[in-house]
């Protein structure tokens, strides 16, 4: 008996360890209820129509309930007018150049702000944000600028800081908020008015928010400013003042799967509507 038992003993631990331990907790994601609350808040509305082959700007327009988004540069001066399902309503056409169209922005009376900022190489001089009422297309201001603190065209690559991909509007002023190309770092704020003319457009603030942007939006009561970078959301809210918006409650929504987005734009108060350049349109609802 007693070998018997010295024989079965080990068995029973051995069973005992690998069948009766209580597992070990799996340890937590970092930040892991921010990003499931941030994928829970994401949902994806549509994909665009196939005209739309870079979606690089995005404006919701409220009397129509839709959408206007626009091809990069070197695409047909077009505007398309799109619902949440992505249908093509509408196409609009431009008597304009699209040199290199980055975003969209638009003021309280529905008036489109079309930015043709994208400045890669920092070597433009003949920079223009474009205003019109869709419902006359024929009538354009162009508000047509250069940076007061550009002072070589090229700059040296270090301080490559002069491409604009995201502008919006409050109060009067469009906001161009910089895509830093030297170190990707500093996002730089600039400021115009929102009649035609030719300028200089005004450094207002800076902030070294960290990543390239790519789109900006207003939201109608100019509270809330948010950016979008590739694969992430910037939010400011109970913003003070356009021009330093970066003082703002300041939120980082991770929104990878959305792809490489390039747009935004307020529905409402509580909603945002992103774009990618791989077509996708999605919806983020604010907490």
């Known amino acids: 008996m007693l070998k018997i038992a010295a024989l079965f003993i080990p068995i029973l631990v051995i069973m005992f360890y690998f069948l009766g331990k209580p597992s070990d907790p799996e340890p937590a994601a970092e930040n892991s ?35 206007l988004t626009h091809n990069d540069a070197g695409n047909k001066p077009l505007l398309y007018l799109v619902n949440e399902q992505g249908k093509l309503l509408q196409t609009i056409t431009l008597k304009l ?26 070597k433009r001089r003949s920079l223009a944000v474009y205003k019109l ?17 550009q002072k070589e065209y090229p700059p040296a690559k270090k301080d490559m800081n ?23 770092q500093t996002a730089k704020v600039y400021e115009l008015p929102d009649t035609g003319g030719q300028y200089k457009a005004k450094l207002v603030g800076k902030h070294d928010l960290g990543v390239p942007v790519t789109g900006a939006a207003s939201s109608p009561s100019g509270s809330q400013v948010a950016l979008v970078s590739e694969g992430m959301l910037h939010i400011f809210q109970n913003v003070d003042s356009p021009a330093s918006f970066f003082e703002g409650d300041y939120q980082k929504v991770p929104i990878k799967r959305a792809g490489q987005t390039e747009a935004v734009t307020f529905k409402d ?16 609802t604010l907490k």
Request: charge should be negative.
């Open 97 to 122: 150049p699209n040199v290199d169209w980055e975003d969209l922005a638009r003021d309280e009376a529905g008036n489109i702000y079309v930015a043709d900022t994208g400045n890669n190489d920092n």
């Open 162 to 184: 002069f491409d604009v991909e995201a502008i919006f509007w409050h109060s009067g002023k469009l906001y161009l908020v910089s895509k830093d190309r030297g170190r990707e």
């Open 33 to 67: 209820s921010t990003t499931a609350s941030a994928e829970g808040q994401l949902q994806k509305m549509a994909s665009l129509p196939a005209q739309v082959s870079e979606s690089s700007g995005v404006e919701y327009v409220a009397d129509k309930n839709a959408y």
């Open 269 to 284: 108060e509580k909603t945002l509507v992103i774009t990618s350049e791989d077509g996708g349109m999605y919806r983020y």
């Open 133 to 149: 009422d869709i419902n006359n297309p024929e009538k354009i201001e162009a508000i047509r600028f250069t940076y007061e603190d």
